[in-house]
């Protein structure tokens, strides 16, 4: 499975921006993690294969949306009111296990896009 990550790039606060993250492949549990500076890689959002379930991480909550087009092999992140604490380089990650509820650490996903930049301004 490779995983390609897009979308990317320099806002101001309040701002939104859509991600995308092209997989080729078959994929189960599809999530974002972001990493800013400094920082340990965190979770944002996961998706079941079906897109029926998701999970964020409390930091995005009622702001980021997750979603997938399984016949396009695609995942999104709709990210809205954007904050300057949301500038991070953002990966996309995928797992061909099943996992429930839907995993927020690293170690349960196997393949991982090369990260896309996202940069926030106040």
């Known amino acids: 499975v490779q995983l390609q990550a897009s979308g990317g790039g320099s806002v101001q606060a309040g701002s939104s921006l859509r991600l995308v993250c092209a997989a080729s492949?078959?994929?189960?549990?599809m999530g974002w993690f972001r990493q800013a500076p400094g920082k340990e890689r965190e979770f944002v959002a996961g998706?079941?294969?079906?897109?029926?379930?998701?999970d964020y991480g409390d930091s995005v909550k009622g702001r980021f949306t997750v979603s997938r087009d399984s016949a396009k092999n695609q995942l999104y992140l709709q990210m809205n009111s954007l904050k300057p604490e949301d500038t991070a380089v953002y990966y996309c990650?995928?797992?061909?296990?099943?996992?429930?509820?839907?995993?927020?650490?690293?170690?349960?996903?196997?393949?991982w896009g090369q990260g896309t930049l996202v940069t926030v301004s106040s």
């Open positions: 990650a995928a797992s061909v296990v099943g996992w429930t509820p839907i995993p927020t650490t690293q170690d349960r996903y196997t393949y």
């Open positions: 998706i079941s294969a079906s897109g029926t379930n998701t």
């Open positions: 492949g078959r994929t189960l549990r």
